[in-house]
């Protein structure tokens, strides 16, 4: 049975040169515009509420104290959405001032894991890493040049992570020290296809990623098969997360910094916010519970 009964509507016109980090917390959606240095929060019956950011903006998940984890430009900060401000925490590539956070998500055990990327998309500086117990960063993959997800298995034990310009996504078996081995290839994205960007995994495992350049999400089992294809009216879906009641709305964030002016006439609403129903629900965001 498919997974999706609907069809891709533009539910916030942002028109965002790179909007990324759908994730649904209590009843509210919270996403990011990394260029233009936003968040975001798409609320109850509609609301919308945005603040500034200090700079790039990559992601931003909530922790079990009730503020958020930001990934910033320059390393993890604490949001504080009462006041607005973002208090440095740790930077994980001090040597590496080109370089950008850019993509999250936090394990059952409450583990924040992130990507960093090399900001001008090009050099191989970018890793997976894992905010530990001790509040230091550690790398846990090798370096690619846009690293995205990662994203968790339901169970809590496998780990999957993106690389994005080699079309690759990669899985990996979580340590109960949060360390990962075993780490295997579990999909490969031809370009033509489009390239792999943000996943989320559903409640029966299945990996979803949005495709850039590919006007598309794909819905992959957790062996790798490809199950399902859902089109979309833009061509950069940059990730996709599951929110609603009972986690059966699929959020997806666009991007149209790579559009020129006549291929905006073919897609006016690059750079939106697009939610869709479907019919097999999501996995709840866990807060981050440990490192803080």
């Known amino acids: 049975m498919p997974a999706q009964p609907g069809e891709p509507q533009s539910v916030w016109t942002l028109g965002a040169p790179l909007l990324e980090g759908p994730v649904w917390v209590g009843d509210a959606l919270w996403f990011v515009d990394i260029k233009s240095r936003k968040l975001h929060c798409l609320g109850p019956d509609g609301t919308k509420q945005s603040w500034d950011a200090p700079e790039q903006i990559g992601f931003c998940l909530p922790t079990v104290q009730g503020d958020f984890i930001a990934g910033l430009q320059s390393g993890l900060a604490r949001f504080d959405p009462q006041s607005g401000a973002f208090a440095p925490m740790v930077d994980p590539e001090p040597h590496r001032p080109g370089n950008r956070l850019n993509d999250a998500t936090v394990d059952s055990e409450g583990r924040l894991w992130f990507g960093t990327m090399d900001d001008g998309e090009r050099e191989k500086t970018g890793h997976i890493y894992r905010l530990g117990a001790d509040g230091r960063c550690h790398a846990e993959t090798a370096a690619v040049s846009i690293s995205n997800g990662p994203a968790v298995s339901p169970d809590g034990r496998t780990l999957y992570h993106v690389d994005t310009l080699g079309g690759r996504i990669h899985a990996a078996t979580i340590g109960a020290d949060g360390s990962l081995s075993d780490e295997r290839l579990l999909i490969r994205i031809a370009p033509t296809d489009g390239y792999p960007d943000g996943p989320a995994v559903d409640a029966e495992g299945c990996i979803w990623v949005g495709l850039y350049n590919g ?46 002016e006549a291929q905006l006439a073919k897609e006016p609403l690059a750079g939106d916010l697009f939610a869709l129903p479907v019919s097999v629900a999501g996995i709840p965001a866990v807060p981050v519970s440990i490192g803080l």
């Open 215 to 260: 006007w598309a999400v794909r819905r992959y089992s957790p062996a790798g098969e490809l199950l399902e294809t859902i089109r979309f009216p833009v061509s950069a879906i940059t990730k996709v997360a599951f929110g609603g009641p009972g986690l059966t709305t699929l959020y997806a964030t666009t991007a149209r910094k790579h559009v020129g």
